[in-house]
């Protein structure tokens, strides 16, 4: 398995994608901290990108990356090799490149400009994220056999957690007006990562004083250790259930 | 003139008959006690350095106590050090220290009651349950002193400074920490408080109640659970004050409750949770305030009406102003907004597009305060964009008509 994650992480190397979106992730995080000066503000700055920017290019080239690779899977299926191995293997080799990226890009201005809890939330929860998405993109491509099609089924994929997502709660917000949402919104937010990466992130920069009750709640039940391990679990749970249904799917799956 | 000379006359008779006492090791007298006991009206009291555990010091006649290199005077947790019945008092220079604690009875370092003119300055009190306690007293003073409490729970533990039913009070350059409330008015009209730094109380760093015609100015208020609350109470002024880091789920920097015909003018509000929070408030004008990085710069209620908001600058607030109502009943004139985004045409430094300061998600989140977790995502700000261009949920009437371009300098 070990060899094969090698032969994927080479791939992806060397098609320099993966080291132009490193320099992005690096160019924009010091030109943020750069023009915001207070590195607090940085760090805000800096969280709408990670939601929005790291989903993206983990789902758009995890999908690629996968289709441009069926042909040295077919291979590598014709080979004693179990199939789990070969998505696991693509798998890790995605989401090492990815997070590679994310803490070469993200992790080394953070630590020089914001090297504190905040900025460390920050750096684990892109991570995260990342994983997570390249996990739900694997399941994307593997569902489906056009390459167009997975694309299109993986952007949109996207759309919903990063757009649509947060509308559908303000609908639900509005029709469910008069109930006690508050404990409601925990579960909501626990099945959107990029939500959950969003509300730990702020939690750490102590914007939860202006939510009042609801975040009294939140910070009672996200901000302590157990709270953490909550988001970290649930952040796993988003990185290997789409995993596992996809390698459940790839065994079966007529190649 | 002749009044004048008859005035001198009495001030230097009373002068002659003054006599100094000295009180502690090797001086004439060796406690405090026995030297009040002796002293006459007008005289005064040198209590040299040392430590004196005595309390229940009652002052019952006008004398100066001074105390020479802070003297300290513990109350072991027992009782109260000074209770002054007498006008015409002064007490300066003393380290009071532990007073008890009563559930019946407010014990206080200094309590005044029912006396006119009298001093208190320069004092450090520490972990008094009360600082300074003034009830019904006149034209008396609070000057310099600096009351330190240990913090305990709200209801254990009593004010820095309070004043109940006082007129013509002068309260400045006190240095208040870890009480309930810094400085506590109820029904003190005709005051003045000025240059005190009153933080870390549980509490409010100020907080009036039923105080008309006071005016309080150059204070800070940093770190207060609460921030300062003005409550039922008309024609106060607060000017150059600094609020600041009043921070927690229920904490503003100035709270407003009922209180009219005010001048806010020229404080700075920086970091709290809600700048100002309004409440009942009828013809309050505030301007040329500073508002920076709060979370709500202000919150209006709608049972606020005739209030000015003009010439304020209002830099990173989270929310600028939230309001729960679509009646408009205040009037926003000539503030700065970083968020606004108009142009001006003519150059004459007024934007020429008026600016909606409250924005949809301020709305929403007026209305379900769960709403905040949706707080920096993407949807909310593409929603705020389309609200701007077509207002429907925010009130349409609260607009700044003439918007500034540049902040406004406020000095």
């Not at chain 1, 006690?180 to 626990?190: C, D, G, N, S």
């Not at chain 1, 702020?202 to 202006?210: C, G, K, P, R, V």
Request: glycine share 8%; net charge negative.
């Amino acid at each position: 398995m070990l060899r094969i994650i090698k032969y994927v992480l080479y791939d992806i190397l060397q098609n320099r994608i993966v080291i132009g979106y490193t320099l992005f992730l690096l160019a924009v995080s010091l030109g943020l901290f750069n023009l915001s000066g207070d590195p607090t503000k940085g760090v805000v700055s800096l969280l709408n990108v990670v939601l929005i920017v790291t989903p993206l290019v983990s789902v758009v080239f995890s999908t690629i990356h996968f289709y441009n690779a069926s042909e040295f899977i077919e291979l590598l299926a014709a080979q004693p090799i179990r199939r789990s191995v070969i998505v696991w293997s693509e798998f890790f080799g995605l989401a090492a490149a990815m997070k590679l990226a994310v803490l070469v890009g993200i992790g080394i201005p953070v630590a020089m400009y914001a090297p504190n809890a905040t900025g460390l939330t920050l750096v684990i929860v892109a991570a995260g994220l990342s994983v997570a998405f390249v996990s739900i993109a694997l399941l994307a491509s593997v569902l489906t056999r056009d390459k167009a099609k997975g694309i299109g089924v993986a952007l949109l994929l996207w759309f919903y957690f990063a757009l649509l997502y947060d509308a559908l709660v303000l609908f639900l917000m509005f029709s469910f007006a008069d109930y006690p949402l508050e404990k409601a919104m925990l579960a909501v937010i626990a099945l959107n990562p990029i939500d959950l990466a969003r509300v730990v992130v702020l939690l750490q920069m102590d914007i939860s004083a202006l939510m009042g009750y609801t975040g009294a709640l939140f910070r009672e039940f996200l901000g302590t250790g157990w709270g953490i391990g909550f988001a970290v679990f649930v952040l796993l749970l988003w990185v290997f259930v789409p995993i596992g249904v996809a390698v459940r799917v790839f065994r079966r799956k007529d190649l | 003139m002749k009044q004048l000379s008859i005035y001198f006359l009495l001030l230097s008779a009373f002068n002659l008959n003054a006599v100094n006492h000295h009180v502690g090791t090797g001086q004439a007298y060796e406690t405090i006690h026995s030297a009040l006991a002796i002293a006459r009206s007008g005289d005064t009291i040198f209590i040299q350095e040392g430590i004196y555990a005595e309390s229940n010091l009652s002052i019952d006649k006008p004398l100066s106590i001074i105390g020479i290199g802070y003297p300290i005077l513990d109350g072991q947790h027992a009782c109260e050090i000074f209770t002054v019945t007498a006008s015409d008092v002064t007490i300066r220079g003393f380290e009071i220290r532990n007073s008890g604690q009563l559930s019946t009875l407010d014990v206080a370092g200094i309590k005044v009651l029912s006396a006119d003119r009298v001093v208190i300055e320069g004092n450090r009190l520490r972990d008094c349950n009360f600082g300074i306690y003034l009830s019904n007293c006149n034209d008396c003073h609070v000057l310099r002193n600096d009351v330190q409490g240990i913090i305990k729970e709200e209801q254990n533990s009593g004010n820095g400074i309070h004043l109940w039913k006082c007129s013509r009070a002068l309260v400045a350059e006190n240095h208040l920490t870890g009480q309930r409330d810094g400085i506590y008015f109820e029904f003190v009209t005709d005051s003045e408080v000025r240059y005190n730094n009153s933080e870390q109380n549980l509490r409010y760093g100020l907080h009036f109640m039923f105080s008309h015609n006071d005016h309080y100015h150059h204070n800070w208020f940093h770190h207060n659970g609460a921030g300062v609350a003005v409550m039922y109470s008309r024609q106060v002024q607060m000017t150059e004050n600094e609020f600041g880091y009043n921070w927690g789920g229920s904490a503003y920097g100035l709270l407003l409750k009922d209180i009219s015909d005010s001048h806010i003018w020229k404080n700075n509000f920086e970091h709290n949770s809600a700048g100002v929070y309004m409440e009942g408030a009828s013809r309050i004008i505030l301007e040329q305030n500073q508002f920076r990085e709060n979370g709500w710069a202000l919150r209006v209620q709608a049972s606020c009406d005739a209030n000015v908001i003009r010439q304020n600058n209002f830099f990173g607030n989270s929310f600028d102003v939230s309001t729960n109502g679509s009646l408009v009943l205040n009037s926003f004139d000539s503030n700065y907004w970083d968020r606004y985004e108009g142009y001006d045409l003519n150059r004459d430094g007024v934007g020429d597009v008026p600016f909606r300061p409250v924005s949809l998600y301020a709305v929403v989140v007026e209305r379900m305060p769960y709403g905040l977790m949706l707080m920096r995502s993407f949807m909310v700000y593409l929603m705020d964009k389309a609200e701007k261009i077509i207002p429907s949920l925010t009130p349409e009437q609260l607009m700044d008509e003439k918007p500034a371009m540049k902040p406004l300098a406020c000095s």
